[in-house]
């Protein structure tokens, strides 16, 4: 398993999110995703937090990342997949719960990150 540090290793805070609005997003405790260096990470927003198992790809344009996760919404067990990909300073992907909801997301570094302005709110 690679253990080098890539573009995508460490903590994002997740600005924004099509589904929910930032009172929710850090309901409990401040939204996250994380990728540690093994391919395995982490992530909390709302009443939502999880595992993740993840991969990178690049190509010309970019480096995108493709996850599964499993962990639980509110307190039932939850599971489902995503993307993102790094675009400059930020990742924008999307999530997806088993049998149920998607929803876009963007992210920004943890050590960098700042409220999102409206204009880098998600286009519905």
Request: aromatic share 12%.
């Amino acid at each position: 398993m690679p253990s080098r540090k890539g573009p995508l290793v460490g903590t994002w805070r997740i600005e924004a999110m099509e589904l929910w609005d930032r009172d929710y997003l850090d309901l409990e405790g401040e939204a996250h995703i994380t990728f540690d260096r093994d391919r395995l990470g982490s992530f909390q927003f709302g009443a939502v937090r999880g595992g993740i198992d993840y991969r990178v790809s690049h190509d010309q344009a970019a480096t995108r990342v493709e996850f599964s996760w499993e962990g639980f919404n509110d307190s039932d067990p939850s599971s489902g997949r995503g993307w993102a990909v790094h675009v400059g300073d930020r990742l924008e992907g999307r999530f997806y719960f088993h049998n149920g909801d998607d929803s876009a997301f963007v992210a920004t570094r943890a050590q960098s990150a700042r409220r999102a302005s409206a204009s880098s709110r998600l286009d519905a």
